[in-house]
């Protein structure tokens, strides 16, 4: 799809969508802990229908009902093929999941899932009793202590930590540097609502009970990570409010709004609502290491700050949807703005960006973020493939529109 987007102020009140972190492992925990529950405001992005896809072929009764999710009772085939489309997650954590319930599961997806680091996560698996290969799981892992490296993806230790609760308790020593670490806290979080007992001393999480007694009905918080893209345009260039946030979130990309008080835009927190409002922006230097989904749409604001902007540890990033270091640089080249990348940081000099046509690899992120960058630009733009916003905030063109966004899908 191509959507042309012409610029304007984006100003007014919207709803955060779902969070999509929070989804995935609520929907999650509620198969493995077995007893029926509802979960309100779970959404429809295309990776959560990926999740619960899968959960129903492996033997779970679950389904959507408008914008929630319930799950009735779960009793585990022996054989399955899991479609994990393009979600990390799902192939992340259901593959150690199915290695703990025995599952002979063979997992499937998109050509570039396929091709995002896996390899430790399969070899610590295959260490403790499980027979994976080609992307599919045979065996059975048992209780245990496990130990893997911290430094590629936080999702290998969600997974081990759903594996574990499940079977009813072990222990992950994580080596090395732990990245993405706010998502590991909200896993825990999530295990501790459906009754898991997990205790964490420094880079060690020892689950001492697992799954047990949860509620009858559970609510998803609204999303930050999607909420961040609004926030950005209304920094550069106008005022947002975002209702439905949870204050002092787990949510990694919370750190969004710090991000911005330092480029000098104007955040006010209250309740449930954040607001955002437009300042002189000037550029910063942030460490992105726990928050690399943010890195996108820090960029734009980068284009858009006077002076020269350092984002660093965004290496992790070539490894997404798609090279995400690659995607930043073409759409920054494509708006006028100089950038580069050193290996490890991305440096950007803010600007005057221009219009252009920008495509997204049909990555989500970069689909969104284009959209942002376009309002604010010199001269019309074109977003190629724009329809990837689906894949986590199915609602951001109308949300879009809705704050006064100028936009038209074409062929």
Known sequence: MKLSVTPSVLSGEISAPPSK??????????????????????????????????????????????????????????????????????????MPI?????????????????????????????????????????????????????NVTSQYITGLLFALATLGGGKITVTGKIVSEPYIAMTVETLKSFGADIDKRGNVYEIKKGFGKAKEEITVEGDYSGAAFFFTAAAIGGKITVKGLKENSLQGDAEILNVLRKFGANVCVKDDSVTVEKRELNAITEDCDNAPDLVQVIAVAAAYAKGETRLKNVYRLKDKECDRIEAILKTLETAGIKADFDGRDLIIIGGKPKGGTFFTGNDHRSAMSAAILACYTDGDSEIIGAESVTKSYPNFYKDFSALGGKCDVGI
């Open 98 to 150: 199915c290695a703990a319930l025995g599952i002979h599961a063979a997992f499937t997806g998109s050509k570039t899932l396929l091709k995002r680091p896996l390899k430790e996560l399969v070899d610590t698996l295959n260490e403790h009793g499980a027979d994976i290969e080609n992307f599919t799981v045979k065996g059975k892992i048992e209780k245990g202590d496990y130990k893997i490296s911290g």
């Open 21 to 94: 972190s929070y989804a995935h492992r609520y929907v999650i925990a509620a198969v493995c802990c077995g007893k029926p529950v509802t979960i309100k405001n779970v959404g429809r992005c295309e990776d959560v229908i990926a999740t619960a896809g899968c959960l129903k072929e492996a033997g779970a009764d679950c389904d959507f009902y408008g914008d929630d999710f319930k799950f009735n009772s779960f009793t585990p085939v022996k054989n399955a093929v899991l479609d994990c489309k393009e979600s990390g997650s799902t192939l992340r954590f259901l």
